[in-house]
């Protein structure tokens, strides 16, 4: 019997599927602009100011929206931005999606 081919990967799709759930991409943190204004900011600010409360020298991989984007008045507000590691990161927008629901 033959076997059913691979699935394709539709990068372009705003919807991914992963297991049971569904997540809407943000289409705002896929341009180019935000690319490079986050990277930008990155680089102003190499250590994640959550882990540097608690002494630790944690590099940052994420610019945070402190105030979630879909809130906040304007998106590229730079006092709203705060560099986060994956870990803070993850669990501030876990905290957010119950909270912001």
Same mark, same amino acid.
């Given at each position: 019997? &033959?076997?059913?081919?691979?699935?394709? /990967?539709?990068?372009? %799709?705003?919807?991914? *599927?992963?297991?049971?759930a569904?997540?809407?991409?943000?289409?705002?943190?896929?341009?180019?602009?935000?690319?490079?204004?986050?990277?930008?900011?990155?680089?102003?600010? &190499?250590?994640?100011?959550?882990c540097? /409360?608690?002494?630790? %020298?944690?590099?940052? *991989?994420?610019?945070?929206?402190?105030?979630?984007?879909?809130?906040?008045?304007?998106?590229?507000?730079?006092?709203?931005?705060?560099?986060?590691?994956?870990?803070?990161?993850?669990?501030?927008?876990?905290?957010? /999606?119950?909270?912001?629901?």
């Open positions: 019997m &033959p076997n059913r081919p691979p699935r394709l /990967k539709r990068p372009w %799709l705003t919807v991914v *599927k992963t297991g049971i569904e997540r809407i991409r943000d289409p705002f943190y896929h341009t180019a602009a935000w690319k490079r204004a986050s990277a930008e900011f990155i680089t102003e600010h &190499p250590l994640c100011c959550e540097e /409360k608690i002494g630790k %020298l944690e590099p940052s *991989k994420v610019t945070d929206h402190n105030i979630p984007k879909d809130v906040c008045a304007d998106p590229w507000d730079r006092d709203n931005w705060r560099p986060l590691c994956y870990k803070h990161h993850s669990q501030k927008s876990a905290k957010d /999606k119950k909270h912001f629901k």
